[in-house]
């Protein structure tokens, strides 16, 4: 069965940098277009990042644009997420997904961004 296993969140000051990872089993990861998605206290779900099978396209939500990047090693199976400049507006858990609206997700790292 579909497995996604986040790691790497935690607590942040504003303007630092966090390194999300997701370790995926149990489908075929390599020819699989990948997300990230993530909800807030108190909201919905909100797609963040998409990449393709390759990893040469990639596309960015524009509350994250220019501050986030989405990789993917395919050799590992596993996808990444770089958070540079974290705002305290980037407060949820992030999910790693197999679609853009998140229903097949795995069960999320939190990141707090706080001083």
């Known amino acids: 069965q579909v497995q996604l296993v986040e790691s790497g969140g935690g607590l942040v000051q504003p303007g630092g940098s966090l390194r999300l990872s997701c370790a995926a089993s149990g489908f075929s990861f390599s020819v699989s277009w990948m997300y990230w998605v993530r909800q807030a206290p108190g909201k919905g779900l909100e797609w963040v990042s998409s990449i393709n099978s390759r990893g040469d396209s990639t596309y960015y939500s524009d509350s994250v644009k220019g501050r986030f990047t989405i990789s993917r090693d395919n050799a590992k199976n596993t996808l990444h997420l770089q958070m540079n400049t974290l705002k305290s507006e980037d407060t949820a858990v992030y999910y790693c997904?197999?679609?853009?609206?998140?229903?097949?997700r795995g069960q999320g790292t939190q990141v707090t961004v706080s001083s």
């Open positions: 997904a197999k679609d853009s609206r998140g229903q097949t």
